[in-house]
T-cell receptor, first 117, second 111 residues
Framework: GAGVSQSPSNKVTEKGKDVELRCDPI?????LYWYRQSLGQGLEFLIY????????KSGLPSDRFSAERTGGSVSTLTIQRTQQEDSAVYLC???????????????FGEGSRLTVL | QKEVEQDPGPLSVPEGAIVSLNCTYS??????FMWYRQYSRKGPELLMY????GNKEDGRFTAQVDKSSKYISLFIRDSQPSDSATYLC???????????FGQGTTLQVKP
């Protein structure tokens, strides 16, 4: 596909369950970002990857949240023991920027909408 | 206090009006300033990109950055119903890849 692909598009889960959200970035994009968008809120930064490493994971809300990226491509965001306050749209973006000092254009996916009951 | 402040609106204007959207920020290290547009249930898409202070024009859209006041603006001329969306400002210091977003302003342009 030409754009950033995220799955699932919608996920409803029960409190306490683990969830995995997947992001498939645009081919060749070295930078990958995860953001969270709650109702009526802006985008909250979670983590940023350059290649397979994460130079900035300062936005992860707690140790229940983790993310990895393999092969410089697909990324998975995992939320363990989900809580109701985790309900949000999780957006992934990729960028062709190779140098961390360059703030290039971010290309966003359509997001994964998570609802924790 | 958030690093980036943006009035969430909503802002409702008649078709053809000039729209002004604004953000203020507190981090003087920010050098890269962007405006993203987000339609309902879609991901944001880049609208305007400026580096440091000054103006940039692209069709009906003009972005302004005033670093001395830590204030950025987006102007939309001859607004159209298709401009109805949420507009998010975003900025970065360039020292890291992290982009900080404002809360977003919801705009409705009525025919």
């Amino acid at each position: 596909g030409a754009g950033v692909s995220q799955s699932p598009s919608n996920k409803v889960t029960e409190k306490g369950k683990d969830v995995e959200l997947r992001c498939d970035p645009i081919s060749g994009h070295t930078a990958l970002y995860w953001y969270r968008q709650s109702l009526g809120q802006g985008l909250e930064f979670l983590i940023y990857f350059q290649g397979n490493s994460a130079p900035d994971k300062s936005g992860l809300p707690s140790d229940r949240f983790s993310a990895e990226r393999t092969g410089g491509s697909v990324s998975t965001l995992t939320i363990q023991r989900t809580q109701q306050e985790d309900s949000a749209v999780y957006l992934c973006a990729s960028s062709p920027t190779r140098h961390p000092s360059g703030a290039g254009e971010l290309f966003f996916g359509e997001g994964s909408r998570l609802t924790v009951l | 206090q958030k690093e980036v402040e943006q009035d969430p609106g909503p802002l409702s204007v008649p078709e053809g009006a000039i729209v002004s959207l604004n953000c203020t920020y507190s981090n003087s290290a920010f050098q890269y300033f962007m405006w993203y547009r987000q339609y309902s249930r879609k991901g944001p898409e880049l609208l305007m990109y400026t580096y440091s202070s000054g103006n940039k024009e692209d069709g009906r859209f003009t972005a302004q950055v005033d670093k001395s006041s830590k204030y950025i603006s987006l102007f939309i001329r001859d607004s159209q119903p298709s401009d109805s969306a949420t507009y998010l400002c975003a900025m970065s210091s360039g020292n890291t890849g992290k982009l900080i977003f404002g809360q977003g302003t919801t705009l409705q342009v009525k025919p």
